[in-house]
């Protein structure tokens, strides 16, 4: 009961509507304030008035005319310029949100509406299990999308997009105190509750996360590939004005998302804006490595970005070998993959080498870099020319190869340094005609830079073929992955001799049914759909086969 004081010159009454997440309408009531009373308490004056008990701590006061949320509790009314013509409503400031990941599904889960964006992007990341959140932000839907299913209500697409997996729980909110973080549990042992044994790195990483109750590999795994029919009903932007107007959607990260006019179970795309990925671990980043690779894919089939026909004829043959070992069961099983501790062994070498011991090669001398010395051919493709390969001596170092007239002159200025970063290693091999070649693509200031290089054995071309593919990606033979790639490349040639496979791919039939979902429609439209299936096969054929899924992607 309001007593007379009350009723003073100062004080005067402030409507605040109440949304209530159990309760669909909202309900108003009536509080009596004064200019010099602080946010905290009239909140506190207005959970005694509405007589309900519960937990209130996540609920807060949005300012509807300013379109601003009272966050400063201790401020007060004055100070924010609140009268009593202000609408204010107390409403929870975690609610469910639909987010379409770059892998096109779509998850609901709770997030904060009142944080800013940036902060928001890092809690949906915990959740999701990404690294380096500040790589992504949020991006509003095309308007075209809406218009474009309006018209198509009843079309089976509206049921593959909007096949929601839900991680919205209760018991979860985004930012509590009570999860201690996922990004610490790298450098922290863990064990198995059910078998007592250490946990792996990726148990360890999900094991906080709603998505240990579901299948965590909806999202660390590549999914089929949708039917042609399916692509040709989505939004593809057709104009340049089209695919500008894609950057103009990102929301602003320094605002809230109800700031911005995001309310509840609306839908928003999560995806990867600052294209500078920093520490990417295939141990801690299934999820982020995936989603990245989708988002690629997504990308050239929707025709957001441009490409030349021989980069989406590369990427589709990927495409395809990714979806077959992501079905297959031989698919890397990041689960069961053996835990090594690297600062456990870094320190253990340290050790042994200050005691004068030799280490095990873990630790390796990163000055002391092989480098390879033989003779090989080398032919340039030019207009009207007859010539035939001719003999060079080459010497590969780091990630460049030089070569001269002859052994004797390697101690002088080479003939030519060829830089190897960034090119493309295409294989030329025919076991059956003994033909051992290596197709180099090397990136110059005036275009691209075309030269064959010939081995003379199997052995010589291993060892010249995993350097070559190393020094594209920036690494050396130095690497400890070098000797293995060199003995996968033999154990391919020996499987090539031994059964003669011919050069179209055993599964060419598996490929000619997908064909037309692995490239953009424009591009299937321009040719014929045996000519996509042709220039597939043969891309399938330059260096995809022997990839193992993670260098796939």
Not at 116 to 123: C, R
Not at 244 to 269: F, H, P, T, V, Y
Not at 379 to 399: A, G, I, M, N, S
Request: net charge neutral; aromatic share 10%; hydrophobic share 35%.
């Amino acid at each position: 009961m309001n007593t007379a004081v009350d009723y003073t010159s100062t004080s005067w009454e402030l409507i605040i509507a109440v949304n209530h997440q159990y309760e669909g309408e909202q309900k108003e009531f009536p509080v009596r304030v004064s200019g010099d009373l602080h946010i905290g308490g009239v909140m506190l004056r207005l959970v005694e008035r509405i007589q309900i008990s519960q937990d209130w701590s996540d609920y807060g006061l949005w300012w509807e005319q300013k379109c601003c949320w009272l966050l400063k509790t201790h401020w007060t009314l004055d100070k924010y310029g609140i009268q009593a013509d202000a609408k204010l409503i107390f409403t929870p400031q975690h609610r469910p949100l639909r987010l379409q990941l770059p892998n096109m599904k779509t998850v609901r889960l709770k997030v904060s509406f009142s944080s800013v964006v940036f902060k928001t992007v890092s809690e949906i990341c915990k959740i999701l299990n990404i690294r380096r959140s500040e790589e992504l932000s949020l991006l509003k839907p095309s308007d075209e999308v809406f218009k474009k299913k309006r018209k198509k209500e009843k079309s089976n697409m509206d049921v593959i997009i909007e096949d929601v997996l839900n991680l919205d729980s209760s018991s979860l909110i985004s930012g509590s105190l009570a999860s201690p973080g996922l990004y610490s549990k790298t450098m922290t042992p863990t064990y198995d509750p059910v078998n007592g044994t250490p946990a792996s790195s990726t148990i360890t990483w999900f094991s906080d996360s709603p998505l240990t109750e579901q299948n965590c590999n909806i999202l660390a795994v590549s999914q089929p590939a949708y039917p042609p029919e399916t692509l040709a009903k989505m939004y593809k932007p057709r104009t340049l004005l089209d695919k500008a107007k894609i950057n103009s959607r990102w929301l602003d990260s320094s605002r809230s998302l109800m700031e911005q006019g995001i309310q509840e179970d609306d839908k928003l795309l999560l995806r990867f804006k600052y294209f500078h990925f920093f520490d990417l671990n295939p141990k801690y980043d299934a999820v982020r490595i995936n989603q990245l690779y989708e988002q690629a894919r997504w990308a050239i089939l929707l025709e957001e970005i441009d490409c030349t026909e021989e980069e989406m004829l590369m990427f589709a043959a990927l495409q395809y070998h990714i979806g077959k070992l992501s079905m297959s069961s031989d698919v890397l099983d990041f689960v069961n993959e053996p835990e090594v501790d690297e600062v456990e062994s870094a320190l253990a070498n340290l050790e042994v080498a200050l005691e004068g011991g030799k280490t095990n090669n873990i630790l390796e001398d990163i000055t002391d870099i092989p480098k390879l010395a033989n003779y090989l051919r080398l032919f340039r493709p030019k207009k009207l020319t007859l010539k035939p390969y001719k003999q060079y001596w080459f010497v590969f170092k780091d990630t460049s190869i030089s070569y001269f007239k002859n052994k004797e002159s390697a101690h002088g200025e080479p003939t030519e340094k060829l830089h190897l970063r960034g090119c493309d290693v295409i294989p030329d091999v025919n076991v059956a005609a003994r033909k051992f070649g290596i197709k180099l693509l090397i990136p110059v200031a005036d275009g691209i830079n075309e030269v064959y290089l010939r081995c003379e054995d199997e052995h010589q071309y291993a060892t010249w073929m995993a350097a070559c593919k190393f020094a594209s990606k920036g690494k050396t033979m130095a690497d400890s992955s070098y000797r293995t790639e060199v003995n996968n490349i033999m154990s391919f040639l020996k499987m090539k001799n031994v059964t003669s496979v011919p050069q179209v791919p055993n599964d060419t039939e598996a490929v000619d049914l997908s064909s037309e979902s692995l490239v953009s429609p424009r591009y299937v439209k321009k040719f014929k759909t045996k000519q996509v299936q042709t220039s597939l096969s043969t891309s399938f054929l330059h260096g995809v086969t022997d990839l193992t899924l993670i260098k796939c992607i």
